[in-house]
């Protein structure tokens, strides 16, 4: 059985990709719904979407801000997994296969603290 070998860089962008949705820009709305204010400069006039959700988190109670803070930052890890499918669908280098079979499968596995393999 020959052992798969992938740049360095390939690791790297994966694991920085986990590091977005745990501790960056995917944890960004999640903290908004979690503190019920999505927006503290939104007014109706002002950003009126913005503030429609200020008015939304508002009626939430802490429970269910919870729950939207889940779903938030899923779906930013949704976002990460089907970007890395579109670039092993198009043969971008180097995501034109994976560890486990495909990047956006190394992606979930890393997301979930699996170890890299030994190059």
Known sequence: ???????????????????????????????????????QNATEESIPEQHAINVLLVKLTKEDREVLAHMLAYEFEIGVFETLKALERFGVEPFNGGYEGSPYEDFIGRLSDWEWPEN
Request: aromatic share 6%.
């Open 1 to 39: 059985m020959s052992r798969i070998s992938k740049p360095r860089v390939y690791r790297q962008i994966i694991d920085e990709l986990v590091r977005e949705c745990q501790q960056g820009q995917g944890q960004i709305g999640s903290n908004r719904a979690r503190t019920g204010l999505w927006n």
